[in-house]
């Protein structure tokens, strides 16, 4: 009886504080890490306006987040190739849990988020085989399995709209931390897009051409109805200028868009952030190397505007266009601002 009773009691006080949601985070639209003037890295909530809602500290250097598909809850991953993710409450800037890779693994900076928060999957490089692993955390910190990334170098995770599929970006490109950011395998590279069940099936997997085995696919974009949208990083002669954005869906071939010589050679083969706009069938990629963004028409694949933005990298939809961040601290998208930060490589929905 007396467990009865406190269990009962600990239901009713349960159902009188119910959890708290991003309202009380101030609502952000985005995640991105940045880094203050003074050196402090931190994880910051953003509107869709490009004001600053939150800021959380990181430990070292941040590269993308992870938004917890309910509650007030990010996780920040280090730029690879760090060992680090920590779980953050948003409400309060309180690192909760802290992932850390296993033995002869590190991350790469990105995660997903099951659909409904309770796991955790990290792409991570099985550094001693050259194997992507996605890994499989509690929000606690438990690690509670891992799979098979059916490549090298998986970079960018993202879930699909149907919330049983996976899509990886294997970038192909082989490293390990003695070596620092070297890449080791540029002759060799295999990048691909993988689907996965959530427990790790392969359903499909798609590669590019072989005369194209040197552009490594990076970071994702998925929009409703499942297309998927990826950006791409050249390791081969920059005088080739190939395509660096392409799209694509479970069970078809990449298209891949190309921009004018003179854009092309700006961006030193380098995009570094891919967002999708749904509703105007738009789809854009950032080069900070080429100080600009562009975007393309999603069905023709025709470029139909470029912005010039000094070190922009971070890209996402927002309303009726895209929201952009830099290096410098600037935010722009209908309107504009300027944080005394830098802000880093991504803007993540939340």
């Given at each position: 009886?007396?467990?009865?009773?406190?269990?009962?009691?600990?239901?009713l006080?349960?159902?009188?504080?119910?959890?708290p949601?991003?309202?009380?985070?101030?609502?952000?639209?985005?995640?991105?890490?940045?880094m203050?003037r003074?050196?402090r890295?931190?994880l910051?909530?953003?509107?869709?306006?490009?004001?600053?809602?939150?800021?959380?500290?990181?430990?070292?250097?941040?590269?993308?987040?992870a938004?917890?598909?309910?509650?007030?809850?990010?996780?920040?991953?280090?730029?690879?190739?760090?060992?680090f993710?920590?779980?953050?409450?948003?409400v309060t800037g309180?690192?909760?849990?802290?992932?850390?890779?296993?033995?002869?693994?590190?991350?790469?900076?990105?995660?997903?988020?099951?659909?409904?928060?309770?796991?955790?999957?990290?792409?991570?490089?099985?550094?001693?085989?050259?194997?992507?692993?996605?890994?499989?955390?509690?929000?606690?910190?438990k690690?509670?399995?891992?799979?098979?990334?059916?490549?090298?170098g998986?970079?960018?995770i993202?879930?699909?709209p149907d919330?049983?599929?996976?899509?990886?970006?294997?970038?192909?490109?082989?490293?390990?931390?003695?070596?620092?950011?070297?890449k080791?395998?540029?002759?060799?590279?295999?990048?691909?897009?993988?689907?996965?069940?959530?427990?790790?099936?392969?359903?499909?997997?798609?590669?590019?051409?072989?005369?194209?085995?040197?552009?490594?696919?990076?970071?994702?974009?998925?929009?409703?109805?499942?297309?998927?949208?990826?950006?791409?990083?050249?390791?081969?002669?920059?005088?080739?200028?190939?395509p660096?954005?392409?799209?694509?869906?479970?069970?078809?071939?990449?298209?891949?868009?190309?921009?004018?010589?003179?854009?092309?050679?700006?961006?030193q083969?380098?995009?570094?952030?891919?967002?999708?706009?749904?509703?105007?069938?738009?789809?854009?990629?950032?080069?900070p190397r080429?100080?600009?963004?562009?975007?393309?028409?999603?069905?023709?694949?025709?470029?139909?505007?470029t912005?010039?933005?000094m070190?922009?990298?971070?890209?996402?939809?927002?309303g009726?266009?895209?929201?952009?961040?830099?290096?410098?601290?600037?935010?722009?998208?209908?309107?504009q601002v300027?944080h005394?930060?830098?802000?880093?490589?991504?803007?993540?929905?939340?």
């Amino acid at each position: 009886m007396a467990n009865r009773r406190h269990f009962l009691a600990g239901l009713l006080a349960a159902t009188a504080c119910p959890r708290p949601t991003w309202a009380e985070a101030g609502s952000p639209a985005f995640l991105s890490a940045a880094m203050t003037r003074g050196g402090r890295y931190q994880l910051c909530g953003l509107s869709a306006a490009g004001q600053i809602t939150f800021a959380c500290p990181l430990p070292d250097r941040g590269h993308a987040a992870a938004a917890h598909p309910e509650q007030p809850l990010a996780v920040g991953f280090a730029r690879r190739p760090g060992r680090f993710a920590v779980v953050l409450d948003c409400v309060t800037g309180n690192e909760i849990a802290r992932f850390d890779a296993p033995e002869g693994r590190h991350f790469y900076g990105h995660g997903a988020f099951s659909p409904d928060g309770s796991r955790l999957y990290t792409a991570e490089n099985d550094y001693a085989s050259a194997r992507g692993v996605i890994g499989v955390w509690s929000l606690d910190g438990k690690r509670l399995g891992e799979f098979d990334s059916h490549g090298t170098g998986p970079h960018d995770i993202r879930l699909m709209p149907d919330g049983q599929t996976l899509v990886v970006a294997n970038g192909g490109i082989e490293t390990h931390p003695d070596a620092g950011r070297t890449k080791l395998n540029i002759p060799l590279m295999e990048p691909s897009l993988a689907f996965l069940t959530l427990e790790g099936a392969l359903l499909d997997q798609q590669r590019l051409e072989r005369s194209l085995h040197k552009n490594s696919i990076r970071h994702l974009a998925v929009g409703p109805d499942g297309t998927v949208a990826f950006a791409m990083q050249w390791q081969g002669d920059l005088s080739e200028d190939p395509p660096l954005i392409g799209v694509t869906r479970r069970g078809g071939t990449p298209r891949l868009f190309t921009v004018p010589p003179e854009q092309a050679t700006r961006m030193q083969g380098y995009a570094g952030s891919v967002a999708l706009l749904a509703d105007a069938r738009e789809v854009a990629i950032t080069s900070p190397r080429g100080g600009l963004a562009q975007v393309f028409d999603l069905g023709s694949g025709a470029l139909t505007r470029t912005i010039g933005m000094m070190d922009v990298c971070g890209v996402a939809a927002s309303g009726t266009g895209f929201l952009l961040t830099s290096g410098t601290g600037e935010v722009r998208g209908e309107t504009q601002v300027t944080h005394d930060l830098h802000w880093d490589n991504h803007l993540v929905p939340i």
